[in-house]
């Protein structure tokens, strides 16, 4: 991990559900947070990394963006996903690079770009969230 998260983060934001993707953010920078998860265990029946999987990792990464740059006493939920599937992933670790496209008061929107492991982008995706009080 490069930057960690920052020490005001509830321990309770952290998601069964990434436990079960196996989604682990490894840099914790509010301008460009980044994740990964296997393909192993979230394939849909063809083999393929599935797409929602896919979404649960945007979902996770632009989330966490979202509370990082709101702050303490924050909390952030989504309220809109908009994802489009550019290349299968088959094998191997997919990685979440999430920037923030506007960080408001109310509402935060981030770019998500996810590459498979030669680099390759498979998915772009853009996640708004609300900013509501923790």
């Known amino acids: 991990m490069t930057t960690p998260p920052p020490e005001w983060l509830p321990p309770s934001a952290a ?3 990434d436990d079960k993707l196996g989604i682990e953010i490894v840099d914790f920078r509010p301008d460009r947070l980044v994740a990964t998860m296997p393909v192993e265990g979230n394939q849909q029946p063809f083999g393929l990394l599935h797409g929602g999987a896919t979404c649960s990792l945007v979902e996770t990464i632009g ?3 979202a509370m990082i740059n709101a702050g303490p006493g924050k909390k952030a939920v989504g309220v809109e996903l908009n994802a489009s599937y ?5 094998s191997g670790t997919v990685t979440a690079v999430c920037t923030p ?7 935060s929107t981030f770019m998500v770009e ?5 680099g390759r982008r498979t998915a772009t995706a853009r996640l708004t969230c609300a900013i509501l009080p923790a």
Not at 101 to 107: E, K, N, Y
Not at 114 to 118: A, E, I, K, N, P
């Open 15 to 17: 998601s069964p559900l």
């Open 101 to 107: 496209a506007r960080i408001g008061r109310t509402l």
């Open 114 to 118: 996810v590459t498979d492991d030669r």
């Open 86 to 90: 550019l290349r299968a992933a088959t």
């Open 63 to 65: 989330s966490w963006a």
